[in-house]
């Protein structure tokens, strides 16, 4: 059967990886989780307190963003180290917010995505999958969900971690972010012109599963 490439891009807390990891599952289709690697790299640059631009594009050929497989779930390597667990803070995630802007990030890593997505038959999530990584993408995913609905979802999985969190501060950060996300000077999210968006704000996770993988089927079968 041909394979394709599904781009998937979205705000943040709008279900991506979720979505992502299980269409992958069911076409049998390598994920790539390309937020993991933004957060990589500004795990190093944390590691080794590089700050400045210029720096931190002068240290990049020393990084080696990988994946490896535990337990058949994807982790992050850096230079070969299993950095799962670290990358996944808000400290980190700040970070890679920030190192995201530079223009130099975002060649050398969107160069290791193409080459990811050679042989197609991969599912890739993240801000500029569909406009910058892949424009050619043959099946593209835009997510959203109300700003309210991802501030619940988020303010949820903090209780659900012992934090109490006050919502209108997570409504708040998330509104933060979407206007980082999209008003950057280098590839800010946005919608592609041929993308499909799914609006999640009021499917279930196996609702929103059906029309993905219905899209999916279509565009295997040439029916859409
Ligand atoms: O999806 P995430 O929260 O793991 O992403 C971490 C950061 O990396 C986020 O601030 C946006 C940035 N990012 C990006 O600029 N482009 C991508 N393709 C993926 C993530």
Do not use: W
């Amino acid at each position: 059967m041909e394979k394709i490439i599904v781009a998937i891009d979205g705000f943040s807390s709008c279900g991506k990886s979720t979505i992502a990891k299980a269409l992958a599952r069911y076409a049998g289709y390598t994920y790539v989780d390309t937020g993991a690697m933004y957060r990589t790299i500004a795990l190093y640059m944390l590691r080794h307190n590089i700050v400045a631009d210029a720096d931190i594009i002068a240290a990049l050929p020393a990084v080696q963003v990988g994946f490896t497989l535990v337990d058949g779930a994807q982790h992050a390597t850096l230079n070969g180290e299993d950095v799962e667990r670290f990358i996944r803070t808000l400290e980190v995630g700040n970070r890679a917010s920030q190192i995201s802007q530079i223009k130099e990030v975002r060649a050398f890593l969107v160069a290791q995505q193409q080459a990811m997505g050679k042989a197609k038959g991969i599912v890739m999530d993240g801000r500029d999958i569909g406009t910058v990584v892949f424009p050619k993408a043959e099946l593209k995913l835009f997510l959203t969900a109300s700003p309210e609905v991802r501030a619940q979802r988020r303010f949820d999985e903090l209780v659900a971690k012992g934090e109490k969190p006050d919502f209108q501060a997570v409504l708040a950060d998330v509104n933060d972010r979407d206007y980082r996300d999209t008003h950057r000077a280098e590839s800010p999210l946005k919608q592609a012109e041929d993308a499909i968006v799914v609006d999640n704000s009021h499917l279930t996770p196996d609702e929103q599963m059906k029309v993905v993988i219905d899209l999916f089927d279509k565009i295997i079968n040439h029916q859409l």
